[in-house]
């Protein structure tokens, strides 16, 4: 009895493709749909919300709101402008993980294809890790946004965020980068091996 060997590019082929549909699946159902219901909510910092221990009655004299914390403001009725923005809070994250998604799976693609060390996967692994790290600081950027500007729809004349910046963008586009040049030195090894055979 012989156990067949896995082929892990395949497998990551595998799970990268499901990832995708999980993806597009919470952007449809949970972000894009709520937005169509007649609420939408935002998260502000605590602190931004004056009466809080009076929403849902009494806290107990040992429990308090933390004033550092975030709250969900949930907002009826709510006009197409704080439609948009409630999208826009959460939208680019996904949408840049959805595109680093497919543009991973056509890299594997390619790499069983056409082997692991060849130049178009170093190129396309270059590619992925650029469009990473810009496309993340980039949806961050405009989820900040978003933010600030739904605040002027909740509060009089006060702005607030409640928005910690994704700092793992760059890690992630740094780590692709890093993978192509690793790649590309196994190219040129492999090129200076079949120089000497």
């Known amino acids: 009895m012989s156990l067949r060997r896995p082929d892990w590019l395949a497998e990551l082929q ?23 219901d007649d609420t939408v909510t935002f998260t502000v910092p605590a602190v931004s919300v004056d009466g809080l221990t009076d929403v849902h009655g009494s806290l107990r004299p040992n429990a308090a709101v ?47 294809r056409t082997g692991p060390f060849e130049q178009p996967v170093v190129r396309r692994l270059t590619w992925l890790g650029f469009v990473v ?20 729809t909740l509060f009089d004349g006060y702005l607030s965020a409640s928005y910690a910046m994704s700092w793992w963008w760059l890690l992630a ?25």
């Open 14 to 36: 595998s799970v990268l493709l499901a990832a995708m549909v999980l993806t597009s699946a919470v952007i449809a159902f949970g972000l894009i749909a709520p937005a169509v």
């Open 66 to 112: 933390d004033p550092d914390g975030d709250v969900d403001v949930l907002v009826t009725g709510p006009s197409a402008y704080q439609r948009v923005l409630h999208v826009l809070t959460g939208l680019p994250s996904y949408a840049v993980g959805l595109v680093m998604l497919v543009l991973l799976w056509s890299t594997v693609r390619l790499a069983r």
């Open 133 to 152: 790290v810009a496309g993340g600081l980039l949806a961050d950027a405009v989820q900040l946004s978003a933010t600030f500007l739904a605040s002027e």
């Open 173 to 197: 586009g740094i780590g692709f980068l890093a993978v192509a040049e690793l790649v590309k030195r196994g190219a040129a090894m492999r090129a200076e091996l079949d120089a000497v055979v």
